[in-house]
């Protein structure tokens, strides 16, 4: 019930909080950050430190689908769409420091109340300080494309 609940309330966040005209860049936005948290969660559980004995594909994988690429994503898309790109430095960090906190929040709860995470020798702090330079990595990649894209001649109302 808590995974169709945190899948039902990504999605319906997603729709109500992306207008159309950028459904396109959360779309790439949120598909740029399964790239990086996809292959870490794997890592992550290769490596011993979370284990996910509740699963939603238990025999395909090891890894949380829910968190590396449901939530994650969604919540990174969301945010990139709504990246306050006109306030000083300080306070794009401080957002940006509390946006990363909502999946770190998340997971946290799943091991507290549910048996959806086990952490061995993992903390959410560690995924908060972890989302710091995926964020920034992402924010800047998706900021370059979408600059070339336009420069290339391709209108936004096509993007």
């Known amino acids: 019930m808590v995974m169709i609940f945190i899948i039902a309330g990504a999605l319906l966040s997603i729709l ?30 290769a490596l011993g430190k979370i284990q996910y004995p509740v699963r939603l594909f238990p025999k395909a994988i090891d890894n949380s689908f829910l968190g590396g690429f449901i939530l994650n994503p969604i919540v990174f898309a969301i945010y990139y769409i709504h990246y306050p790109r006109n306030i000083k430095l300080k306070w794009r960090c401080l957002c940006t420091l509390l946006i990363i906190a909502i999946p770190a929040c998340i997971e946290f ?22 989302g710091i330079p995926i964020y920034f990595i992402m924010i800047k990649y998706l900021d370059w494309f979408f600059k070339n894209i336009s420069n290339q001649g391709v209108s936004k109302n096509e993007i």
């Open 16 to 45: 109500m909080l992306v207008s159309k005209k950028n459904m396109k860049k959360a779309f790439l936005a949120f598909l740029v950050t399964q790239v990086f948290t996809w292959p870490l969660g794997l890592l992550f559980v």
């Open 109 to 130: 709860a799943e091991s507290k109340f549910t048996n959806l995470v086990r952490y061995k020798n993992w903390s959410p702090f560690y995924t908060w300080l972890l």
